[in-house]
């Protein structure tokens, strides 16, 4: 069974809504959705994540602006990974893939904020964070991290929900992967994309 989470701020744009719809056609019983409306997103992923863990379900968060396909849905679960996730551009000009090579809390000594973006994009590679706008976490990652921490969203240093996250869940050993040919769209006052 896979939950599909949607973090919201109280609504979802119907492009969003239509790609979920085409998702549930094509898998029905294998899935749940659930949505939840909370202005802190490590929140709202945390009561996703929880409802999931609670009842032995893989997550699949997708962001209320990301727009998809049935065929990104299927590519994305394919790749029998503890966690992957589907690359998508920043909403600014110039556009940047939400991906980063290498992440690291902030430290008196590093430069970038957060990590080291990627520069080199392939069709499948390893990352150690991305934008969770479209990201699959399998069962066996929540029951991990739930472990030690209440909320593994929960940001701590420079490093957002996401982030957050995906840094807690390599310190227990689990890799994190990205899908680049899924061509989501980040939507906003334009749908960015590569």
């Known amino acids: 069974m896979i939950l599909i989470g949607i973090p919201t701020m109280g609504t979802i744009p119907i492009k969003v809504f239509a790609s979920v719809v085409k998702v549930v056609r094509e898998y029905g019983d294998e899935l749940k959705i659930m949505t ?15 409802d999931a863990h609670n009842n032995g379900c893989d997550l699949l968060f997708i962001d209320s602006d990301i727009e998809f396909t049935p065929e990104a849905f ?28 290498r992440v690291a809390p902030k430290t008196l000594f590093r430069k970038n904020p957060i990590g080291d973006p990627i520069t080199e994009i392939e069709p499948f590679m390893e990352v150690e964070g991305a934008g969770m706008g479209f990201c699959l976490i399998r069962h066996e990652v929540l029951r991990a991290v739930y472990k030690d921490c209440d909320n593994p969203f929960q ?3 420079n490093m957002g929900e ?14 994190i992967y990205l899908d680049t040919t899924l061509g989501l769209k980040h939507l906003g006052e334009y749908a960015y994309g590569r």
């Open 74 to 101: 299927t590519r994305l679960l394919s790749h029998k990974k503890p966690i992957v996730s589907g690359l998508y551009w920043s909403r600014s000009s110039p556009s940047t893939p939400v991906a980063y090579k």
């Open 155 to 157: 940001p701590f240093g």
């Open 162 to 175: 996401d982030f957050s996250f995906f840094y807690r869940a390599r310190k227990k050993g689990y890799k």
């Open 36 to 50: 939840t409306a909370n202005s802190l997103v490590y929140n709202a992923r945390n009561d996703l994540a929880m």
